[in-house]
Each structure stands twice: as C-alpha cells, then as structure tokens.
C-alpha cells in the first residue's frame, strides 16, 4: 500500500482538530479571522489606502467584527470593494462563531443534564441505587441534619439525573439545611461510584434494587466500593433480601460494612409486634429520627460510680445500656454495676443538646411502689394470614417466644405454603402448628375461624403476586376484621404488612393495633445505623429473642395505679425488678394517631397519672 499523500495527512490532521470539539472550532474561527483581518489589511495597503498597515490592520479588523462599519466608509473604488468582501467574511465568521458557541453550551447542558460531573463534597452522605427507600432514607437525613448549616447526600443511580431530581421535589417538599446532588451511574460500577467521591463520604447507604436478584446487585456494590481505588474509610451500610446471602454480602463489605438480613429483621419484629399491641410505634420513634434517637455519650462524672446513679441522672434522658470500652454493648446492665472509664452511657433523647447531667436529687414516692410480679406465660393462639419469604422466620422466631402449648393456625392459598408447613411443623419445639389453605378475604371463611378467640392474628402480604395486588387483599381482610369486630364488640390484635408505604395511610383506617411496613422500617435502620454504626450491635440486641427486649407491662405492677406520680419513681420500681423502664401507655388514647397513646423517653420531674389497662414500657429480659 502507498504512502499517504500530503493531502491526505493534511486532512488527517484537520479532522483529528475538529474532533476535540468546540474549543477546536474557535480556534479555528480565531485562525481564520486573523488571516482575513491580515488579509484585508494587506489589499487595503495594496490599493494605496492611505492609513499605512498599522491603521489599515485596525480598519480591516473592525469591519470583520461589526458589518455597520462599512457605512461609514468614504474610501471609493478597490478600497470600498476590498472592505466589503473583508465585511462578509466577518459576517460569516461571525454566525459561525455564535453556531458554534450555541452548540456547545447545548453539549455542555446536555453533559451536565447526564450527571457525570465529579462531586466536590467532603463529609457527605452517599447512597447508592434507587428505589422507594431513597424517598425514606433522604427524608430522615434531612432531619437529621438539620442542625447542620449545610449537609450534603450525594446519590448514584442508573437513572436520568434530571427525573431524579424532580421526584425527590414532588416527595420531599422541603429539604431545610441539606442539599442533593444526583449522578447518573451504574452503581456497581468502580468508576460510576467514583462520582460521588466516596472517599472522603462519612457513609455510604446501599439500597434494595429492584432486580430480580437484589442480593447480588448489592454485592456488587459493596464490592465496588470498598475494594474501587484505594479503598473506603466510611461505613458502608446496606441489608439483604435472603438470610442466605448474608455471608457472602459481609465478606464483600468488609469491616467497613454493616449489612443486616431484612427478611429476619422484618420477621423478628412482627413476632414481638403482634405479642404486644404499641410496640411498633415504640420502635418507630425509636428509629427514625422525628421523636427520641438513641445516643451514645461519655460521662466521666459518672466513672466508678453504679449504673442506678445513671439511670437518674438525666430528666430529659433515658438510661438504656452501656457501650463498654472494649466495644461490647449492653442492654439493661444490672444497676448495682459500675461505670468505668472509657465505657460510654445509651441513652434515649430527643436529641444530643437535650442530654444534660442532673445535678440535684430525683424525687421518688416510695408509697406508690408496688412489687406484683409478672404471671407466668400462658399458653396463646396465634392466627397467620397470608404467606410469603418471611413466614417461616416468624414461626421459628414465635416458638421461641409463646408458652408451651401454644397453637398457631396458618391460612393461605399461596402455592408454597403446603410444602414448607409440612418441612417446618416438625421443628417446632413449643407451639403447634395447622394449617389450612383458603382465600384470606373471603368473609365465610374469617368468621368460621372466629378471630375473636385468637391472642394475636398476623396479616402478611402474598409474595405471590404484585405488590399492590397483595396490598389490595390484605386490605380487605383487614377490613373484614374490623368490620367482624365493631359487630362483636370486641378488640383483635392485629399485626398487618404493608409492601408498599403508600399504602400505610390507608391501611390505618382498618385500626389494626400495629402496622409494619417493610421498607420504612429497614430504611429508617440503615439510616439510623449510618449516622453512627455502634447502633447496629444496639438494635441487633433489642430484637434478639435472647438478652433483653422492650416490653409493654401492666402499670399496676409497678405503681398503685389512680394516684399521681413521676417518673424517676417508675423508673426506680422497675430498677427493682431488674428492668429499665423507658416510656408509658395510656390505654383512652390507644386509638389516637400518631402515638397511639405511646410517651416514650417522658420529663421524669413531671407528675401524671396511670390507670387500670396502662402500661409500663420496660426492657427485660422476658
């Protein structure tokens, strides 16, 4: 093959110019209006202007940027012709150079519109992926920090940065001190992640995408982002839709990783939900960060002396536990124990300012203090309707709660259901277990079962269908229950799930006792766990049937119920019996949204008053 010809190397080198885009072509606009401005200016000496080539370069010059010049020429003959063609050559460069300037902030505004722009933040909140969560988890930030003067949550997902934008408006109408950033990206991408500078993130929230196997996405990116360039110095937190890919989700994430099964999560808090009616929203305040937070605090006033000073020390506070220095959490130490230096203090408050020592003494009316132990457990009947991934979680989890003797009915017509009760009634080592496959809406069938005679009934979303469709029939089988139960005038404790959270507001008029709606719960955990990760080894101990839990006891078991008291005298009843009391509920207000009657983490000074059917919310151990 021959030799490229100059030609051909010339236009090489002219198109590889071109290529590098709009910086080129004013470069080349530029070129060329030199040449014309030289170029006129040395016709115009040529024709004998006059004005010598420093005046005539000038003259040349203006007539290519502004075509009104020529009017003002009085020049005749070569020299009004050379300035003409000199003022259409500028008026051709001139549209060329506005062309070009045009399409290029048009390129620069589509690039920006990509999100591919590196983001310059320091000490920000990454999350990565999208999905209902995000609405949830942005919100709960935005709380979070709004003390903050300006708090930053940069997200990456594979989505139009612009539409990302603009539901996070419709959703989230007010975002207060913080502000979102969004990048378009694989979020299981090394270099897509790189956008949002990780690096130098405080945290990093992986959410549940919307895959068919979302686990493995999720490895992916934990993958992507502790092992990408030089590694992760945040805390990574994320939470796997299968127990089973729990191992392989932690080895991905590494230390830097807290990853939380969310099935197990989910079924551990429907078996304690549906044991104890209010226990939900206890954990809901709990967790999101509206009402009372869990902190951590360290007291150095408080060193060598026993935890029962602690647990009156603070009016606004409330004394959970002890985060030791070896990094070993607590829940309801004894009382009679030390703090020791180097340990830190759990605490329940409305926020980190309200956490103040009390110097002076805590009043406590011994007169009022009653010590009625608790009734043994007795044995209970328990009604699950519906059936999906989590099911066999609640039934092992409830066998390790109920009574000997306890019976749980399970009724579904999902297709699984027959063979896993078959695999699961063998192992169950405290409980009985039935099964019968039938139409959970079908009214006929609610009342044959007479829902009435049960301690706990669980109304759980079919895996089996769409979200919405499941919603729709655990809808209406809540509303059956309602319905059954106005007629009979009677209360059923109800425990219901929502899989999706649009659906909560309308899943309330069922006045079911507690609704448990999955992804906010598991959103409002990662949240909480990303703001400061020791909480993980805290709600890993409260929802764990061993160790300490919360409970809702009768308040007549610790004060004379009718007579007016405070709540260093509660708390001091229940140090008594070994547990740590952390709230009160009022029974007449047990329907009354949002609370429900629940007052967690109360001013211990103020007085009120308990009555028959209010309760006591403790942990203990049972």
Same mark, same amino acid.
């Given at each position: 093959?021959?030799?490229?010809?100059?030609?051909?190397?010339?236009?090489?080198?002219?198109?590889? #110019?071109?290529?590098?885009?709009?910086? /080129?072509?004013?470069?080349?606009? #530029?070129?060329?209006?030199?040449?014309?401005?030289?170029?006129?200016?040395?016709?115009?000496?040529?024709?004998?202007?006059?004005?010598?080539?420093?005046?005539?370069?000038?003259?040349?010059?203006?007539?290519?940027?502004?075509?009104?010049?020529?009017?003002?020429?009085?020049?005749?003959?070569?020299?009004?012709?050379?300035?003409?063609?000199?003022?259409?050559?500028?008026?051709?460069?001139?549209?060329?150079?506005?062309?070009?300037?045009?399409?290029?902030?048009?390129?620069?505004?589509?690039?920006?519109?990509?999100?591919?722009?590196?983001?310059?933040?320091?000490?920000?909140?990454?999350?990565?992926?999208?999905?209902?969560?995000?609405?949830?988890?942005?919100?709960?930030?935005?709380?979070?920090?709004?003390?903050?003067?300006?708090?930053?949550?940069?997200?990456?997902?594979?989505?139009?940065?612009?539409?990302?934008?603009?539901?996070?408006?419709?959703?989230?109408?007010?975002?207060?001190?913080?502000?979102v950033v969004c990048r378009t990206g694989d979020p299981a991408d090394p270099d897509s992640i790189a956008l949002v500078?990780?690096?130098?993130?405080?945290?990093?929230?992986?959410?549940?995408?919307?895959?068919?196997?979302?686990? /493995?996405?999720?490895?992916?990116?934990?993958?992507?982002?502790?092992?990408?360039?030089?590694?992760?110095?945040?805390?990574?937190?994320?939470?796997?839709?299968?127990?089973?890919?729990?191992?392989?989700?932690?080895?991905?994430?590494?230390?830097?990783?807290?990853?939380?099964?969310?099935?197990?999560?989910?079924?551990?808090?429907?078996?304690?939900?549906?044991?104890?009616?209010?226990?939900?929203?206890?954990?809901?305040?709990?967790?999101?960060?509206?009402?009372?937070?869990?902190?951590?605090?360290?007291?150095?006033?408080?060193?060598?002396?026993?935890?029962?000073?602690?647990?009156?020390?603070?009016? #606004?506070?409330?004394?959970?536990?002890?985060?030791?220095?070896?990094?070993?959490?607590?829940?309801?130490?004894?009382?009679?124990?030390?703090?020791?230096?180097?340990?830190?203090?759990?605490?329940?408050?409305?926020?980190?300012?309200?956490?103040?020592?009390?110097?002076?003494?805590?009043?406590?009316?011994?007169?009022?203090?009653?010590?009625?132990?608790?009734?043994?457990?007795?044995?209970?009947?328990?009604?699950?309707?519906?059936?999906?991934?989590?099911?066999?979680?609640?039934l092992e989890q409830l066998d390790q709660y109920v009574a000997p003797g306890s019976v749980t009915d399970v009724v579904?017509?999902?297709?699984?259901?027959?063979?896993?009760?078959?695999?699961?009634?063998?192992?169950?080592?405290?409980?009985?277990?039935?099964?019968?496959?039938?139409?959970?809406?079908?009214?006929?069938?609610?009342?044959?079962?007479?829902?009435?005679?049960?301690?706990?009934?669980?109304?759980?979303?079919?895996?089996?269908?769409?979200?919405?469709?499941?919603?729709?029939?655990?809808?209406?089988?809540l509303l059956h229950l309602r319905d059954m139960a106005q007629r009979g005038n009677t209360r059923f404790k109800v425990?219901?799930?929502?899989?999706?959270?649009?659906?909560?507001?309308? /899943?309330?008029?069922?006045?079911?006792?507690?609704?448990?709606?999955?992804?906010?719960?598991?959103?409002?955990?990662?949240?909480?766990?990303?703001?400061?990760?020791?909480?993980?080894?805290?709600?890993?101990?409260?929802?764990?049937?061993?160790?300490?839990?919360?409970?809702?006891?009768?308040?007549?078991?610790?004060?004379?119920?009718?007579?007016?008291?405070?709540?260093?005298?509660?708390?001091?009843?229940?140090?008594?019996?070994?547990?740590?009391?952390?709230?009160?509920?009022?029974?007449?207000?047990?329907?009354?949204?949002?609370?429900?009657?629940?007052?967690?983490?109360?001013?211990?000074?103020?007085?009120?008053?308990?009555?028959?059917?209010?309760?006591?919310?403790?942990?203990?151990?049972?």
């Open positions: 093959m021959s030799e490229p010809t100059f030609k051909q190397r010339a236009r090489y080198w002219f198109d590889n #110019t071109m290529s590098k885009g709009t910086k /080129a072509l004013i470069g080349w606009l #530029t070129v060329i209006t030199l040449a014309l401005t030289a170029i006129g200016a040395l016709f115009l000496v040529i024709v004998n202007d006059g004005d010598g080539f420093g005046g005539t370069l000038w003259k040349s010059f203006i007539h290519i940027l502004d075509a009104g010049t020529i009017t003002g020429d009085d020049a005749g003959g070569p020299a009004m012709v050379v300035m003409f063609i000199t003022t259409i050559g500028g008026l051709v460069i001139l549209s060329s150079l506005v062309g070009v300037l045009t399409t290029g902030l048009d390129a620069k505004l589509e690039d920006l519109r990509k999100g591919r722009s590196f983001v310059v933040e320091k000490d920000h909140t990454v999350i990565l992926g999208w999905s209902d969560q995000v609405f949830i988890v942005i919100s709960e930030l935005v709380e979070a920090n709004e003390s903050e003067k300006r708090a930053v949550i940069a997200i990456l997902a594979d989505r139009d940065k612009v539409e990302m934008e603009d539901e996070i408006r419709s959703k989230i109408a007010d975002l207060k001190s913080t502000h500078n990780p690096g130098q993130a405080k945290s990093v929230i992986v959410l549940t995408s919307a895959e068919d196997d979302p686990d /493995a996405q999720l490895v992916r990116s934990l993958l992507a982002v502790t092992q990408g360039g030089d590694g992760i110095k945040c805390h990574v937190v994320g939470a796997v839709a299968e127990g089973r890919n729990l191992p392989a989700a932690r080895l991905a994430g590494g230390r830097a990783a807290h990853i939380v099964d969310a099935n197990d999560l989910m079924a551990r808090l429907m078996v304690q939900t549906c044991r104890q009616s209010g226990l939900s929203v206890v954990y809901t305040d709990l967790l999101d960060f509206g009402g009372d937070e869990i902190y951590m605090v360290e007291e150095p006033g408080l060193f060598g002396r026993p935890l029962s000073q602690a647990l009156h020390s603070y009016r #606004t506070s409330s004394f959970i536990g002890v985060l030791t220095k070896e990094g070993r959490c607590i829940i309801n130490p004894p009382s009679s124990a030390s703090l020791q230096p180097g340990d830190k203090l759990i605490l329940i408050a409305a926020d980190d300012s309200a956490i103040v020592l009390d110097g002076s003494r805590p009043v406590i009316d011994e007169s009022v203090i009653v010590a009625r132990t608790d009734a043994g457990n007795r044995p209970e009947r328990t009604l699950m309707l519906g059936w999906n991934a989590m099911s066999r979680m609640i579904t017509d999902h297709p699984d259901a027959p063979e896993a009760i078959r695999k699961i009634g063998p192992t169950m080592r405290v409980q009985g277990l039935n099964f019968k496959e039938d139409d959970t809406t079908d009214r006929v069938l609610l009342e044959s079962l007479n829902p009435g005679s049960y301690n706990h009934i669980i109304a759980l979303c079919s895996d089996d269908v769409a979200p919405q469709l499941a919603d729709s029939k655990t809808l209406v089988t425990v219901s799930e929502m899989a999706d959270d649009r659906n909560r507001t309308l /899943a309330q008029v069922t006045q079911a006792d507690d609704f448990i709606v999955s992804d906010k719960l598991i959103s409002l955990l990662l949240t909480q766990t990303a703001e400061n990760p020791q909480l993980s080894q805290v709600f890993a101990q409260l929802f764990s049937p061993e160790g300490s839990e919360i409970y809702l006891k009768p308040a007549e078991h610790y004060v004379r119920p009718g007579v007016p008291v405070n709540f260093y005298t509660v708390a001091e009843s229940a140090r008594r019996r070994g547990e740590t009391a952390i709230g009160y509920r009022v029974a007449a207000l047990a329907k009354q949204a949002p609370n429900y009657g629940v007052q967690l983490n109360p001013d211990k000074g103020l007085q009120f008053m308990l009555q028959p059917g209010d309760k006591v919310i403790v942990l203990a151990e049972d």
